[in-house]
């Protein structure tokens, strides 16, 4: 069977479902649509289906529109997951956050491959993308194979090759970065390497699937912990006066054996934050306290709190009155629209319950609501900037491209600036926190 399929493969015959059409999916659809591969798209958000059907893509505000290879695209996303019967090959691309106790939920991903129980048979090849702790794609698999009626790399195949989507980078781009793949069988993995052979420079077969699970979790728990260290770096530097940012201009200068990272407000969007817990989860199952994950990982979401009390401190030592806010930037990080997890949102949180007035600008994100609906705001017009930064207190929380951080200075009394922004500024109303 698989010679049926790597033959369509090869003739771009093959047909494609993706399961969850968001900042994986999307752009995953994309990319075979470009290699004029057919996709079938399954989504679970009705908004996200109209704009797709309106040419909207809603990743990068991008309109797709114009592109042909979008048009037919259009027609091809749907809620229903019977349309899956007719495509060959299912790749799997939903969420993997934490429940409410912090522990790793894969709970919308079992559901997903129950309903696919009733619509995948024998000859389908299913591929999960998902960030997942190790074991958890077999663990996966054997839910869907409830009734022992495939064997895998017989009449079923499946791989893993996990994600590697960083959006708003315009320099790592998916032609340029290498995709890991690794299926249950040889066979699997000669699949995965020639599907995505079509849409990725280089793919990398991994030993095994673990191996490539854990992979993931080893490139997302490596910026983790050199975040946390670069945070911790700003606290100490802050301590003895020195600005990190000077601190790390220097250190970089060295052309062996460093790479920079960059302190900030903390960490966010649906990597970084999650994917170090996953570990440290799966090792205490194991009775095993994995100290260095877990104090990075804490370490960063501890930062928004200190950013906050720094200004708090500042404001009540310099007997500033205002209660305004103007905070620039509040998607995770920059030249991306992703709120999720966003430490700029947990520092509005925390002014907003001490009653000051937050307003927002964010070039990516239009509007932004809070589950408790204690904020409900439009991003601010560039135009009516200068009105609210008058009085206001700026923070910068997001360091995007695209915003004139010059602009923003002229005329703004006091600016709190958590990403560096202005580290080439001379001026002392900056605060570099
Ligand atoms: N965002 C990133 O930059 C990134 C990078 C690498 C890996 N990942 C991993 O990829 C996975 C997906 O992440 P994402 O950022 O694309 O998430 P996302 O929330 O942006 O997208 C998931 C999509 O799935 C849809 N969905 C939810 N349940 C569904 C269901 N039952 N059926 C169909 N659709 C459903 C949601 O509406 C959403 O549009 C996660 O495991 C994440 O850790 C994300």
Not at 346 to 370: A, C, G, M, S
Not at 412 to 420: A, M
């Amino acid at each position: 069977m698989s010679k049926s399929i790597l033959s369509k493969i090869k003739n771009k015959k093959i047909k494609v479902g993706i399961i969850g059409l968001g900042y994986v999916g999307l752009p995953l659809a994309i990319r075979f649509l470009k290699q004029k591969v057919n996709v079938q798209g399954v989504e679970i958000t009705s908004e996200k289906i109209n704009l797709i059907k309106k040419g909207i893509c809603y990743i990068e505000n991008k309109n797709f529109l114009n592109n042909s290879y979008f048009d037919k695209f259009k027609k091809n996303v749907t809620n229903d997951y019977s349309c899956l019967k007719q495509q060959d090959i299912i790749i799997i691309c939903l969420p993997t956050p934490l429940n409410k106790s912090k522990k790793p939920d894969i709970s919308i991903i079992k559901k997903s491959v129950i309903k696919l129980r009733k619509i995948l048979n024998q000859n389908h090849v299913l591929i999960l993308e998902s960030t997942v702790y190790p074991g958890a794609t077999l663990e996966i698999f054997k839910l869907f194979n409830n009734k022992n009626k495939y064997t895998l790399g017989r009449n079923f195949h499946l791989i893993f090759s996990p994600e590697r989507e960083n959006p708003g980078d315009k320099l790592f781009t998916y032609d340029k970065t290498p995709k890991v793949v690794s299926g249950y069988s040889k066979e699997c993995s000669k699949i995965a390497y020639n599907l995505y052979s079509l849409i990725a420079k280089k793919v990398f077969i991994a030993k095994s699937i673990k191996v490539a699970e854990m992979s993931k979790l080893l490139e997302n728990t490596y910026r983790s912990v050199n975040i946390g260290l670069v945070n911790e770096f700003k606290i100490i530097s802050d301590k003895l006066g020195i600005n990190v940012w000077d601190v790390i201009e220097a250190a970089k200068t060295k052309n062996f054996g460093f790479r920079p990272f960059h302190p900030g407000p903390g960490v966010g969007g649906h990597c970084i934050p999650i994917d170090p817990i996953y570990l440290t989860w799966l090792m205490k199952k194991k009775k095993y306290n994995s100290k260095l994950i877990e104090t990075s990982s804490k370490l960063n979401s501890s930062m928004s709190e200190w950013v906050y009390r720094k200004i708090i401190k500042y404001l009540k030592k310099n007997r500033i009155s205002s209660k305004k806010i103007l905070v620039v930037g509040i998607s995770y990080k920059k030249n991306t629209s992703d709120t999720r997890e966003s430490p700029s949102i947990e520092i509005i949180k925390k002014f907003l319950f001490k009653k000051y007035r937050v307003e927002f600008y964010d070039p990516y994100v239009k509007k932004f609501e809070l589950e408790n609906k204690l904020f409900n705001k439009r991003s601010i017009s560039l135009s009516s900037l200068k009105k609210y930064k008058k009085k206001s207190i700026v923070i910068v929380g997001t360091d995007h491209s695209n915003v004139n951080y010059k602009k923003i200075h002229a005329g703004s009394e006091l600016i709190f600036d958590t990403r560096g922004v202005y580290r080439n500024f001379k001026t002392n109303n900056i605060i570099y926190i």
